[in-house]
């Protein structure tokens, strides 16, 4: 395994940030239902929650969001089931 070149904070790619936790690391942020909405308009095919609503988005390194569940503990369960490293952003 080869170890990332290490960039000051401005220079860091996403390519190089996702490197740094391997492909197992995600992390877990609130989102707003209306925002997430926002970025991806057909995130819920039916039985949208109220536009107020917290979820829990779990994102790869790269910021790819993989999951979003309506709360924090099945979000952590949701990766830690796949196998992955979950952490908490804020």
């Keep these: 395994m080869t170890t990332p070149q290490l960039h000051s904070p401005q220079t860091l790619t996403p390519e190089a940030f996702a490197a740094l936790g391997g492909p197992a690391l995600v992390y877990v942020r609130q989102i707003r239902a ?4 926002a970025i991806h308009p057909d995130a819920f095919a039916e039985d949208a929650p109220a536009p107020e609503q917290v979820l ?6 790269d910021g790819t969001c993989m999951a979003v569940l309506s709360d924090r503990e099945s979000a952590y369960a949701a990766a830690l089931a796949h196998d992955l490293a979950p952490v908490s952003v804020h």
């Excluded at 209306?34 to 909405?37: H, K, Q, T």
């Design 34 to 37: 209306v925002d997430l909405l």
């Design 56 to 61: 829990f988005a779990v994102h790869g390194a």
